[in-house]
C-alpha cells in the first residue's frame, strides 16, 4: 500500500536523537494534523520482560476501554474510510528512514493497545486524538470521536525506493502482524501465539496489550519493537528487530510466562489463505487459474530433509503433524509467481510473500503442524502453521523461543536441490479408452537442483510410496519447458477415504529433489 507523505512535522532540532515536548504540546500541526505524547517513563528491554512476568502471577483481566457501540458497528467500509493524516506521522520527514502511523479502532479491529515511543531511555506513550485522521463521507456523523485509543499501527521505510516510504509492516487485531519484502503486496500473518488451534474445545487468541518502538539511529536500516502478551493462559514478552531489503527479516525473541497449564500451544504461529488451484478446485465455478496467498509448506526438519507438502481447500478440518527435533526452518511459500498463474488483475496473488520461520537455538522435540479450514470464498483465512512443542507449558516456568521471519518471494537459502514447482490432478487411466475409473492421476514437476543438466533419464529414480489404494508404475518423463522431470502417479484409492503420498528423486542411491507430500482425499 502506498500513501503519500503530505506535510512536515513541525519538531525541534531534527538532529536531536529525541527532543520531546511536554504532554498535550502538538509535535506536527499541519492541515490539522496533531501528535501528541504522554508524560516519560523509564524504559529498557528487561522491563518488558518484569512486567509479563509479574503480570502472569496475577488473574487475567480483559484489557479497559470498551469501545462505544457505534465505533464498533462501523462496517468494513466505513472504517477504512477513516483515514490517518500522513503528515502525523511519527519522525515523517526527520533522520530515520522509517515511519510509524497509526489505526483507528472500529469494526473486528475493537481491541485498543497502547503505544509508546521509546528513545534515551525514556519512553511515552502516544495518545489518541481525532485530529490525526479524516474522517471520510462514509463515516456517520454523530460518530463519538473522543476517548479512544489506537487498534494497532503500520511502519513504512524505503523497501522499494530510497526517496519513498512504502508500508512494510503492520501490527493490528489480537497478536496479528505481517509484512512484505521488496515489490510485493500483503498476504499472509503472522501471531505471536497461538493456543487450542483447531481444538474442539476451541482457540484462545492472546493480545498484544502495549508495544514500545524504538527510535530508529540515523541511517539504521533497522527498528525495534517491543510488545506485551496477554492472555488467560499465558502472558509473554516480545523483542523484534525488522530489517528491510529483498525480504523483510525480523529477529523475534519471546519468552512466556503461563498462567495454566497449556498442552496444545504454537509457537511462530502463521495463518494464510488457500481457496483452489490447478490440483484442488472441486466444484468451483471460477474464470482464475489459482487463489490463494500460500500455495505449499516447506520444511527443512531435523534429519536435513526437505518437505514440500502442497496445500489443499479439505471437504472437512485436516490436521497434519510432522514430527521432529531441532527443525532447521519451515513456512507457507507462495511459488507460483507469475500472472497467467492466477489471471486477477486486482488481487496480484503472484505478489504476496512467503514466510520462513528459521529457528534459533535448541527447540528440542515437536511438530510442525498443518491445519487446513474448508473455505467457500477467498476473504477466509483457512490454513495454519506453527511448531507444537512436545512438553506441555507449566504455569510458574518461563519459556524462550527465539527465531527470525523471512518475508519475501522464496526461502532465504542456496539449495542444490531440486523443488517442486507444481502439482496438478485429475482424471487417472487411459483417456483414450473412456472407461468410467475411480483411478486419479496425481503430476509433481520437480526443477532445479541437478536436473538441467542430467540428460540421461535412467539415472533419475522417482522414490513414491502410499499409504494406500493400488499405485502403478511412477511414469518419469522431461519437461523442456521448465529443464525440470514429471512425475505422473496413477492410483486407485480402492475405496480409501484418505491417503498420503510421498514423491521424490534420486540418484545412485542419493536424494536429489524435495520430498513431494500430498493428502489426497475422496
Not at 507449566?394 to 521471519?405: D, I, N
Amino acid at each position: 500500500m502506498m500513501l503519500d507523505r503530505r506535510g512536515l512535522l513541525l519538531v525541534g532540532a531534527a538532529a536531536a536523537f529525541a527532543r520531546w515536548l511536554p504532554a498535550g504540546e502538538a509535535m506536527a500541526q499541519e492541515e490539522g494534523a496533531v501528535l501528541q505524547f504522554g508524560d516519560p517513563t523509564e524504559f529498557n528491554a528487561a522491563m518488558v520482560r518484569q512486567r509479563a512476568r509479574a503480570l502472569a502471577a496475577e488473574a487475567y483481566e480483559p484489557a479497559e476501554g470498551d469501545l462505544p457501540d457505534a465505533v464498533s458497528d462501523l462496517t468494513y467500509d466505513q472504517l477504512r474510510d477513516i483515514r490517518f493524516r500522513s503528515a502525523s506521522a511519527l519522525w515523517a520527514n526527520e533522520e530515520p528512514e522509517y515511519e510509524v502511523q497509526f489505526f483507528h479502532p472500529g469494526n473486528v479491529f475493537t481491541d485498543l493497545v497502547r503505544i509508546n515511543v521509546v528513545a534515551s531511555g525514556e519512553a511515552r506513550q502516544v495518545l489518541f486524538s481525532p485530529q490525526l485522521f479524516d474522517y471520510g463521507p462514509l463515516v456517520p456523523e454523530d460518530l463519538p470521536k473522543e476517548g479512544l485509543g489506537f487498534s494497532g499501527f503500520r511502519v513504512h521505510g524505503p523497501v522499494n525506493r530510497d526517496d519513498y516510504l512504502d508500508e512494510i509492516l503492520v501490527f493490528q487485531g489480537a497478536s496479528y502482524f505481517r509484512a512484505v519484502g521488496r515489490s510485493q503486496t500483503y498476504g499472509l500473518s503472522a501471531r505471536g501465539l497461538a493456543i487450542g488451534t483447531a481444538e474442539p474445545q476451541g482457540e484462545e487468541f492472546p493480545t498484544f496489550r502495549e508495544f514500545w518502538i524504538e527510535r530508529p539511529r540515523p541511517q539504521s536500516n533497522s527498528v525495534v519493537i517491543h510488545a506485551l502478551l496477554d492472555s488467560p493462559s499465558t502472558t509473554g514478552a516480545f523483542r523484534f528487530t525488522v530489517r528491510h531489503g529483498d525480504f523483510t527479516v525480523m529477529d523475534v525473541e519471546s519468552v512466556f510466562y503461563p498462567r495454566a497449564e497449556i498442552d496444545r500451544v504454537g509457537i511462530a504461529p502463521m495463518t494464510s489463505m488457500f481457496f483452489f488451484s490447478p490440483h484442488d478446485r472441486q466444484d468451483v465455478d471460477d474464470y482464475r487459474e489459482a487463489v490463494h496467498d500460500s500455495d505449499g509448506l516447506l520444511i527443512w526438519n531435523g534429519r536435513g530433509e526437505w518437505l514440500w507438502r502442497p496445500l489443499i481447500n479439505p471437504m472437512i478440518l485436516q490436521v497434519s503433524s510432522f514430527v521432529d527435533q531441532q527443525p532447521q526452518g519451515f513456512g507457507l511459500m507462495q511459488r507460483s509467481r507469475g500472472f497467467a498463474d492466477f489471471r486477477d488483475l486486482e488481487a496480484s496473488y503472484e505478489r504476496r510473500p512467503s514466510l520462513w520461520i528459521e529457528p534459533v537455538g535448541d527447540w528440542g522435540e515437536g511438530a510442525v503442524m498443518l491445519v487446513e479450514i474448508p473455505t467457500a470464498r477467498e476473504v477466509h483465512d483457512n490454513i495454519v502453521a506453527f511448531w507444537r512443542p512436545a512438553e506441555r507449558l507449566l504455569p510458574g516456568e518461563s519459556y524462550q523461543y527465539t527465531y527470525k521471519l523471512h518475508w519475501g518471494p522464496s526461502v532465504p537459502l542456496d539449495r542444490n536441490l531440486a523443488y517442486v514447482a507444481g502439482t496438478f490432478g485429475g482424471a487417472g487411466g487411459n483417456p483414450a479408452l473412456h472407461e468410467n475409473t475411480s483411478r486419479r492421476l496425481l503430476v509433481a514437476e520437480f526443477v532445479g537442483g541437478l536436473l538441467a543438466e542430467m540428460t540421461d533419464l535412467s539415472e533419475i529414480e522417482p522414490v513414491v510410496t502410499t499409504t494406500g489404494g493400488e499405485m502403478a508404475r511412477p511414469v518419469i518423463s522431461r519437461n523442456p519447458h521448465t529443464s525440470g522431470i514429471r512425475v505422473s502417479m496413477d492410483f486407485d484409492p480402492q475405496g480409501a477415504q484418505m491417503i498420503d503420498l510421498r514423491c521424490s528423486l534420486a540418484r545412485g542411491g542419493k536424494t536429489i529433489s524435495e520430498v513431494w507430500i500430498y493428502r489426497w482425499a475422496a
